[in-house]
T-cell receptor, first 114, second 112 residues
Framework: DTAVSQTPKYLVTQMGNDKSIKCEQN?????MYWYKQDSKKFLKIMFS???????INETVPNRFSPKSPDKAHLNLHINSLELGDSAVYFC?????????????FGSGTRLTVV | GNSVTQMEGPVTLSEEAFLTINCTYT??????LFWYVQYPGEGLQLLLK?????DKGSNKGFEATYRKETTSFHLEKGSVQVSDSAVYFC???????????FGAGTILRVKS
């Protein structure tokens, strides 16, 4: 049983297209996150939801829109894809304050925009 | 805001060598500190953590001690294996407990 699962694992698409990445966790955690990892491995937080409520919305182009239908799911929709959106996107979840348990990460979605 | 600085990589070692990866932090308040490991093609996995000053986190032969006086959380292992080759991330919690802030990551390569 995968704790935090993301689909798809790989996504290759053309500039200008719209795509979605899905994330599901079966840990019963209240909080979920999206991070972007660039080619130099740098991790940048994008969004966080706690019990379906948006609590972190970093400086991200408004082409990126998260949606959380319930606390076990957090999806990321990207409009009008650009070359610079190519990266690995990680979903993560946590329970309670992160200072106690940290995150559980998914295995990532590698997005390539051509 | 809180931030983390890690030593730049890549770090290349021979099998059974001693490993140190330096991590220093800047924070107001009392953050928790973490080390995560990312194996090729995988997500990040929690390696160890420490939630208060002088705590030592340890797992799989790795250890790190939360040093408030030097604002450091250096990762050490006495004898590395080829299978330890990965990217290691130091992280700390923000003051609200809402998120983790990650360092830039350090690539470790272990040769047989």
């Amino acid at each position: 049983d995968t704790a935090v699962s993301q689909t798809p694992k790989y996504l290759v698409t053309q500039m200008g297209n719209d795509k979605s990445i899905k994330c599901e966790q079966n840990l019963g955690h209240d909080t979920m996150y999206w991070y972007k990892q660039d080619s130099k491995k740098f991790l940048k937080i994008m969004f966080s939801y706690n019990n379906k409520e948006l609590i972190i919305n970093e400086t991200v182009p408004n082409r990126f829109s998260p949606k959380s239908p319930d606390k076990a799911h957090l999806n990321l929709h990207i409009n009008s894809l650009e070359l610079g959106d190519s990266a690995v996107y990680f979903c993560a979840s946590s329970q309670g304050g992160v200072q106690f348990y940290g995150y559980t990460f998914g295995s990532g979605t590698r997005l390539t925009v051509v | 805001g809180n931030s983390v600085t890690q030593m730049e990589g890549p770090v290349t070692l021979s099998e059974e060598a001693f490993l140190t990866i330096n991590c220093t932090y800047t924070a107001t308040g009392y953050p928790s500190l973490f080390w995560y490991v990312q194996y090729p093609g995988e997500g990040l996995q929690l390696l160890l953590k420490a939630t208060k000053a002088d705590d030592k986190g340890s797992n799989k032969g790795f250890e790190a001690t939360y040093r408030k006086e030097t604002t450091s959380f250096h990762l050490e292992k006495g004898s590395v294996q080829v299978s330890d080759s990965a990217v290691y991330f130091c992280a700390l919690s923000d003051n609200n407990g809402n998120k983790l802030v990650f360092g830039a990551g350090t690539i470790l390569r272990v040769k047989s």
